[in-house]
């Protein structure tokens, strides 16, 4: 039965005549997309992972976010290869995605004429924006284009930064990139720079899957952004990658103590642990509270539900 609803609701979306078409999807469609996200929502029906979680995956490597959802299934979660404004920060938020498409009048005045009866302003590469709140991220396939191909401006980029206090990820170009630089904060993941006006591109839909360059995109998903490239994590599956991260931080900060002391030879260490270097463990853990990053109880029900 539920496979049934969420194809209803994928269909009434993706299938609807053209006089019906949607901007971006419901409430009730994007639920439907992530139905293994238990936790809150934001009202548009996206995945709402807590902030202090977001915070937490800044310090996760790409190798272990990527590697830990290779082990998942989802083999297609990272983009490489990126010109990055500040690359020497890292940037995680929730997902807002939009779909651009190279120009087709009738299509663009169907989507045109749906956002006039919703009362959406401006050029349609604004829409996004209106849609973003706080600790968002505005992500957009548009297919690669650079020359006339510019999502954003300074202009742009200042009120996204207004809404999201966050940047952008767009599988296509830039303007003004030295105003953008100027916005204290703002960051942006692009595919290259250009002084051209966007040109021959439409909106396709907003909230909806996309595609950048490797990866699968749902809304809602978290972005870990990094300059070596980028992983879109399941929202359900952020608590999960950041708890191991940190459990093999941990591992190897006791690890390396006690290699340092002598204690165990590297082919202990390196290998499943005995019952002995485990109960160390914990004794090390207790004796050095401070260095746990998440709490003890989800530290303990972690090892509890693991081989480790």
């Known amino acids: 039965m539920k496979r049934k609803i969420l194809h209803y ?5 993706f299938s609807l005549p053209a006089v019906a078409q949607q901007v971006t999807l419901t409430s009730e469609q994007l639920k439907a997309l992530t139905p293994d996200w238990k936790g809150e929502r934001s009202a548009d029906g996206r995945p ?7 915070e937490r995956l800044k310090k996760v490597h790409l190798e272990e976010a990527w590697g830990i959802l290779r082990n998942k299934g989802f083999q297609n979660q990272f983009e490489g290869d990126w010109m990055v404004l500040e690359p020497d920060s890292v940037m995680v938020g929730r997902v807002v995605t939009a779909q651009y498409l190279p120009m087709r ?10 956002g006039k009866s919703e009362a959406r302003i401006g050029a349609t590469n604004s829409w996004p924006i209106d849609v973003l709140k706080d600790g968002d991220i505005y992500v957009a396939d548009s297919y690669g284009k650079v020359a006339d191909g510019t999502l954003i401006g300074d202009n742009l980029g200042n009120a996204i930064y207004a809404k999201s206090h966050r940047g952008v990820i767009f599988y296509g170009s830039v303007r003004d990139i030295e105003g953008l630089e100027e916005i204290q904060g703002f960051n942006a993941w692009i595919k290259g720079y250009d002084p051209s006006y966007i040109q021959q591109m439409m909106l396709g839909g907003i909230n909806v899957p996309i595609r950048i360059g490797r990866a699968t995109v749902l809304p809602g998903d978290i972005a870990l952004a990094k300059k070596g490239g980028i992983v879109f994590i399941p929202a359900y599956l952020v608590e999960e990658v950041v708890l191991n991260a940190e459990f093999i931080g941990l591992r190897d900060a006791f690890g390396h103590q006690r290699l340092r002391e002598g204690k165990y030879t590297p082919g202990q260490i390196d290998t499943q642990w005995n019952e002995e270097i485990k109960k160390d463990f914990l004794k090390w853990l207790d004796e050095n509270p401070g260095k746990l990053p998440m709490s003890r109880a989800e530290l303990d029900k972690f090892m509890k539900d693991r081989t480790w």
Do not use: G, N, Q, T
């Open 9 to 13: 609701l994928l269909l009434s979306c």
């Open 105 to 114: 009048p009738d299509y663009d005045k169907i989507i045109k004429d749906k």
């Open 48 to 54: 709402r992972v807590a902030d202090k979680l977001m």
